[in-house]
């Protein structure tokens, strides 16, 4: 139900787009949802990035806040992730995910509350 592309290798200070393509079930209105992005590093756990509300209000980790942009296109059921000035410890897998928290939607939320997630894609940042 949802497909991330948009990963790759980049060196310090350059820029990627994640994209989360996410395919409606006749029952979930995309409308509706929590969308968010999370990341797992090597050898660590995953964790939270930034998330975007039905009603378009967007949350980001302090890690990232300033460097990393969440949107969506509600009538292309696409989210994405821009990321610029990338560090070498924002290389991780990056997964979307979608679920319908009302007001827990942030950046913070546990991933298990979301209903959907995609299968990752990997971003690589060599210095």
């Known amino acids: 139900k949802l497909a991330e592309s948009g990963g790759g290798s980049v060196q310090a200070g350059g820029s990627l787009r994640l994209t989360c393509t996410m395919t409606i079930d006749a029952d979930y209105t995309y409308g509706a949802k929590c969308m968010a992005w999370f990341r797992r590093p090597p050898e660590k756990g995953r964790e939270g990035v930034a998330a975007?509300?039905?009603?378009?209000?967007?949350s980001v980790v302090d890690s990232v806040k300033g460097r990393f942009t969440i949107s969506k296109d509600t009538a292309q059921n696409t989210l994405y992730l821009e990321m610029n000035n990338l560090k070498p410890e924002d290389a991780a897998e990056y997964f979307c995910?979608?679920?319908?928290?009302?007001?827990?939607?942030?950046?913070?939320?546990?991933?298990?509350?979301?209903?959907?997630w995609g299968q990752g894609t990997q971003v690589t940042v060599s210095s």
């Open positions: 975007i509300a039905s009603d378009g209000s967007a």
């Open positions: 995910a979608a679920g319908r928290l009302g007001s827990l939607c942030r950046a913070g939320a546990s991933w298990g509350a979301f209903d959907f």
